[in-house]
């Protein structure tokens, strides 16, 4: 009885993140370029979940190829994660209304007006990410559905502020709308925590990486179970007048080569061998590809580890279904735990 009490009461704090996703867990997937694609999307969304599209830089064919190819594969909610700084951002919110995509998340930036009115005026509800309280009020006040506050913990580009703090700040604020909390969470235990300060989920990335579904290159999968969570460090920006988005990675030769790159643009610039505005472009060039070439090929020496300080407990490779029942496994028994010594007492 006690162990049902304890699912039950899982159940009633995660009730508002399940209702507005449309599943049994309130557990987001991370959209990460390259990885959430069909498969593991699918695999999130099938084993309870909810799976979202990474569409990244794709063009408006490739995310429609892309969510007809999920939609094979689940009959369950998913969503698509859309980046509002891409060329093409009205043809995308075209492409998931025509596809009758029920949840669409904006990120990379403060998403326009315009693009929240018509994704909700076609149907879709509207998720954004909110990097600090004020943020959060406005985004309500323009009509988003959700919001989700990512700490500095998440992989990937990534704010200034932990998770920790941003749950503080805003959780006990926010309450028109659900909001997920995502940056370093990896058990259960840490699930449970946020949904008590109110939390209505969470969006998890990093722990579905070495998901037997995830099509990341087996060289990818084994860094991520070798490191810890000190390896997965943020850019080094080397000097103000060349503005680095940080970004969280596991450290390899690329992270050293671009400290070095860094060094002889800065170098070309102060003896005037190239313009300022050059420099900064090829700055913000050197990671292109970057990521592909370590998720797709294998190249972890000379690609882009993307991860969160998670990725210490990524200790192996499961079926996204045995991760998911392995955090609501955790999570019970931490409630459970709680029971058994309120009734010691």
């Known amino acids: 009885m006690a162990r049902e009490a304890a699912q039950s009461r899982l159940d009633a704090l995660w009730a508002r993140g399940r209702a507005f996703l449309g599943t049994r867990l309130a557990i987001m997937g991370g959209a990460m370029s390259w990885v959430s694609e069909r498969n593991l999307v699918a695999a999130i969304s099938n084993g309870g979940g909810f799976g979202i599209i990474a569409c990244g830089a794709m063009t408006p064919e490739l995310l429609a190829e892309e969510i007809a190819g999920t939609k094979q594969l689940t009959t369950q909610p998913f969503g698509v994660n859309l980046i509002t700084m891409h060329p093409e951002l009205d043809q995308l919110i075209d492409v998931c209304l025509d596809a009758g995509t029920g949840h669409v998340v904006l990120a990379g930036g403060l998403p326009p007006g315009a693009a929240i009115a018509r994704l909700k005026e076609g149907g879709a509800k509207v998720i954004c990410f909110a990097p600090a309280l004020a943020i959060a009020k406005r985004l309500v006040r323009v009509g988003v559905d959700a919001i989700v506050i990512e ?14 703090v941003l749950a503080q700040e805003i959780l006990p604020v926010i309450r028109d709308v659900p909001v ?28 579905f990486v070495c998901a037997q579904e995830s099509i990341a290159h087996a060289a990818f999968k084994k860094a991520f179970i070798r490191a810890q969570a000190r390896d997965a460090v943020l850019s080094v920006q080397l000097d103000p007048r060349f503005p680095v988005i940080p970004v969280r990675a596991l450290a390899n030769k690329a992270t050293d080569a671009f400290l070095q790159r860094q060094r002889e643009l800065i170098d070309a610039v102060d003896s005037q061998h190239m313009d300022q505005k050059e420099a900064q472009l090829a700055i913000e060039h050197f990671w292109a590809g970057a990521l592909r070439r370590a998720v797709i090929d294998g190249d972890v020496e000379n690609g882009s580890l993307m991860a969160g300080q998670s990725v210490g407990m990524v200790a192996k490779e499961q079926t996204t279904q045995e991760i998911l029942d392995e955090l609501v496994e955790q999570a019970v028994e931490k409630l459970l735990d709680r029971h058994r010594m309120e009734t010691a007492e």
Do not use: K
């Open 151 to 164: 700490g500095m913990e998440a992989g990937g580009h990534t704010g200034p502020v932990a998770t920790s």
């Open 180 to 207: 997920f909390v995502a940056g370093g969470i990896g058990r259960g235990e840490a699930i449970v925590s946020y949904l008590e300060m109110g939390a209505a989920g969470v969006q998890m990335g990093t722990r």
